[in-house]
């Protein structure tokens, strides 16, 4: 069910696209940012149970070598950036709802 939820998702965001303005807000900006790293962050997830190394790993089913694990790594560090995209969304929406200041 979170393939088909984050499939949604995408698609939500690949039709909002056409709308004219519809990213000039920043808080859109940052809520597409924030699910374009959730993703990510969850295909990793479902991938990383399957290319570990099957020679250092006890899985049943892993099917991956010491590229794919490299791979992993890198795109697991490349999800931090979820963390980023939430405090950045955190922060305007204090300086929105504290301060009142408005969208440009």
């Known amino acids: 069910s ?33 699910s374009f790293y959730d993703i990510l962050n969850s295909i990793n997830a479902v ?4 290319l570990v190394p099957k020679e250092t790993s006890r899985r049943l089913y892993a099917i991956g070598n010491d590229a794919t694990c ?8 490349f999800n931090q950036g979820s963390y980023l995209y939430f405090g950045c ?9 504290k301060f ?4 440009p």
């Open 47 to 50: 991938l990383q149970s399957f």
């Open 100 to 103: 009142g200041v408005k969208d």
């Open 2 to 34: 979170l393939c088909f939820e984050h499939c949604g998702i995408l698609l939500r965001h690949m039709r909002l696209i056409h709308k004219r303005g519809y990213y000039d807000s920043p808080s859109r900006r940052l809520l597409f940012g924030l």
């Open 70 to 77: 490299d791979a992993l790594g890198f795109f697991f560090q």
């Open 89 to 97: 969304l955190s922060l305007y929406y204090v300086l929105v709802v």
